[in-house]
């Protein structure tokens, strides 16, 4: 199928690291993997919640250590994201993770940042960056990182929440989304993957989020559900992901087709592609081969997440015409 065209609005750029290019950086940085072989590593892929996955993608960083190690890993993504579909990009970047395990903060920023450089022109994929902070870190890390992110103007769109959520509430981060907020930065935040529907209420209420990363579990709180749809918040859904760290039991029960039949404000994305089973493109396609979607609602996935990217009118104007084009042209039907 031609993929639909997209905006990509849920991805980790460290969760982009392929097994191959995790054991080439190993290579050029010289750093001994735990792993004989990709074939060792790939075994490691079997999931049972958010925290054993998280306990490999911070492992696997360690062969993140200098600028092009950065800007390759992005690259790469973009490579395989303009094949996806994907024409504009919000990526998201942990520098916490890479702070704690010696690199500097411009090694990272300015990796991703040079890695993303000329993106438009050579895949067609405009792109925003977002530094997330980890909630099971203490919260006035994150709010020194975000303060040393603007002395240097890091050219970020926004801030983000993500890692363990149980037990690290929204609320935790207040000061944080404050000084986000007072600086201009779009604000989003991981809420209700594995976090109870109340934590995506903190997330609208306290730190007045732009749009909510995951959301899935709103669909145990009828109240909550009506107000999203009324406020028409957008929801960042990642299918794949979901099914991998067992959010859901299988795609055939994700509550994906429930969520749009109610009219929330969904969007599909990738998450972690290299970790999850997949890229946009993948995502589409099982949830078409599960679901059956039909032309009209992929268009209208693909219509959402341009509706909630943070992009200019023109931006938007041209995202929601290649989705017309491609329906034009014949949509899911043509191959
Ligand atoms: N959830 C929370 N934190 C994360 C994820 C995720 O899926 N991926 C990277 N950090
Ligand atoms: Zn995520």
New binding site residues.
């Given amino acids: 199928m031609r993929p639909v065209p997209t905006a990509e609005l849920h991805l980790?750029i460290?969760?982009t690291l392929e097994p191959e290019l995790i054991f080439a950086l190993a290579e050029r940085n010289g750093v001994e993997l735990p792993y004989a072989d990709i074939e060792e590593l790939r075994r490691q892929y079997e999931f049972v919640d958010?925290q054993s996955?998280?306990n490999l993608?911070y492992s696997n960083m360690t062969v993140l250590q200098t600028e092009r190690d950065f800007a390759d890993m992005t690259r790469s993504y973009l490579t395989r994201a303009a094949a996806a579909g994907v024409r504009h990009a919000e990526i998201?970047m942990?520098p916490q993770a890479h702070l704690s395990r010696g690199v500097p903060l411009a090694t990272c920023v300015n990796g991703v940042t040079a890695g993303l450089a000329g993106s438009e022109q050579e895949f067609g994929i405009s792109t925003e960056l977002i530094a997330?902070f980890l909630?099971d870190e203490p919260a006035d890390e994150a709010l020194a990182v975000l303060e040393e992110l603007l002395a240097m103007n890091a050219p970020i769109i926004g801030i983000g929440l993500?890692?363990?959520?149980v037990g690290h509430p929204p609320s935790d981060f207040l000061a944080l989304y404050e000084r986000a907020h007072s600086a201009g930065l779009k604000c989003v935040a991981?809420a209700g993957?594995?976090g109870p529907p109340d934590y995506i209420r903190q997330a609208l209420d306290l730190l007045e989020v732009d749009r909510v990363?995951?959301g899935i579990r709103c669909m145990e709180d009828e109240e909550l559900v009506e107000r999203l749809v009324a406020e028409q918040m957008p929801l960042t859904v990642?299918p794949l992901?979901n099914v991998r760290?067992r959010a859901v039991d299988t795609l055939a029960v994700h509550p994906l087709p429930g969520m749009l039949e109610r009219g929330l404000n969904v969007c599909v994305n990738s998450?972690?592609p290299a970790?999850?089973g997949g890229y946009q493109d993948d995502n589409f396609a099982r949830l078409q081969e599960t679901f059956g979607f039909n032309t009209g609602q992929l268009v209208k996935l693909a219509e959402n997440s341009v509706q909630s990217a943070f992009v200019t009118d023109e931006r938007r104007r041209e995202l929601l015409a290649e989705i017309e084009a491609w329906q034009n042209s014949g949509g899911a039907d043509r191959p």
């Fill in positions: 980790h460290e969760g958010l996955f998280l993608y998201m942990d997330a909630r993500d890692s363990a959520e991981h993957e594995e990363d995951h990642c992901s760290l998450d972690d970790y999850f």
